[in-house]
């Protein structure tokens, strides 16, 4: 008997239907099909960690350069820290960027180990999400951005950037009180720019960012390691 073309079926059906319902099962080995589009979304998600952690680097090596300049001579002018933290804060913006792509593949991932290999471990505790079979399909037929610019900037601020920006800051606000021989807030001018206009501008900066990163939000990216189990059985 002839194989049917896909000319040939009727979607509706329910014979046809039903054809596939089986290839995620719990119970598939780890040569089939759902190992194999596990093993595709780790590679995808290890890409786009790369590619943040690529980022994340060069903002280092930026912020060091320019640490190192500025504290190398007393005639270097101070405001080179300030432009320090401007290209910080376009690195920051870059690496938001990408960190809502790879929450994509991340949420994919971690999908299939919540609902198919630790169902199949213990499969007692039943499923963390009985609708994620119609989720992924719908994520896979039309991939989306599931979290906010302002979510993903504030995850970078937790980790990185923060610190990062807390560092340049604070050179900043060094290199006034070591180097300069006239007091503040006239130390602090940047060319016509008076010193004190200049403060509160970085100050501002600086609690906006703190802001962005502490305040209470509902979270929507997928398990970013937001709790702890020291010392705690598990």
């Given at each position: 008997?002839?194989?049917?073309?896909?000319?040939?079926?009727?979607?509706?059906?329910?014979?046809?239907?039903?054809?596939?319902?089986?290839?995620?099962?719990?119970?598939?080995?780890?040569s089939s099909s759902?190992?194999?589009?596990?093993?595709?979304?780790?590679?995808?998600?290890?890409?786009?960690?790369?590619?943040?952690?690529?980022?994340?680097?060069?903002?280092?090596?930026?912020?060091?350069?320019?640490?190192?300049?500025?504290?190398?001579?007393?005639?270097?002018?101070?405001?080179?820290?300030?432009?320090?933290?401007?290209?910080?804060?376009?690195?920051?913006?870059?690496?938001?960027?990408?960190?809502?792509?790879?929450?994509?593949?991340?949420g994919r991932v971690?999908?299939?180990?919540?609902?198919?290999?630790?169902?199949?471990?213990?499969?007692?505790?039943?499923?963390?999400?009985?609708?994620?079979?119609?989720?992924?399909?719908?994520?896979?037929?039309?991939?989306?951005?599931?979290?906010?610019?302002?979510?993903?900037?504030?995850?970078?601020?937790?980790?990185?950037?923060?610190?990062?920006?807390?560092?340049?800051?604070?050179?900043?606000?060094?290199?006034?009180?070591?180097?300069?021989?006239?007091?503040?807030?006239?130390?602090?001018?940047?060319?016509?720019?008076?010193?004190?206009?200049?403060?509160?501008?970085?100050?501002?900066?600086?609690?906006?960012?703190?802001?962005?990163?502490?305040?209470?939000?509902?979270?929507?990216?997928?398990?970013?390691l937001r709790t702890?189990?020291?010392?705690?059985?598990?």
């Amino acid at each position: 008997m002839d194989r049917e073309s896909t000319k040939d079926v009727d979607p509706t059906d329910a014979e046809h239907r039903e054809i596939g319902r089986g290839l995620l099962e719990e119970e598939m080995g780890p040569s089939s099909s759902l190992a194999h589009l596990y093993r595709g979304e780790i590679h995808r998600m290890k890409f786009w960690r790369e590619r943040l952690d690529q980022t994340t680097y060069w903002a280092i090596v930026i912020m060091s350069a320019i640490l190192t300049w500025t504290f190398s001579s007393r005639n270097n002018p101070h405001y080179i820290l300030l432009l320090g933290t401007a290209a910080l804060t376009a690195f920051l913006v870059i690496e938001a960027r990408r960190f809502r792509g790879y929450d994509i593949w991340r949420g994919r991932v971690r999908t299939l180990q919540k609902n198919v290999f630790a169902y199949g471990l213990d499969p007692s505790v039943g499923l963390e999400d009985p609708n994620w079979r119609e989720q992924l399909s719908r994520d896979y037929r039309q991939p989306v951005i599931k979290i906010s610019f302002e979510e993903a900037i504030a995850h970078r601020l937790r980790r990185i950037y923060l610190v990062l920006f807390s560092i340049t800051l604070s050179a900043w606000v060094i290199r006034i009180a070591a180097f300069s021989t006239r007091p503040w807030p006239e130390s602090a001018a940047v060319g016509s720019i008076p010193g004190l206009a200049v403060t509160a501008a970085v100050v501002a900066f600086y609690l906006l960012a703190v802001f962005v990163a502490m305040r209470n939000r509902t979270w929507q990216s997928e398990d970013e390691l937001r709790t702890e189990a020291v010392g705690q059985d598990r």
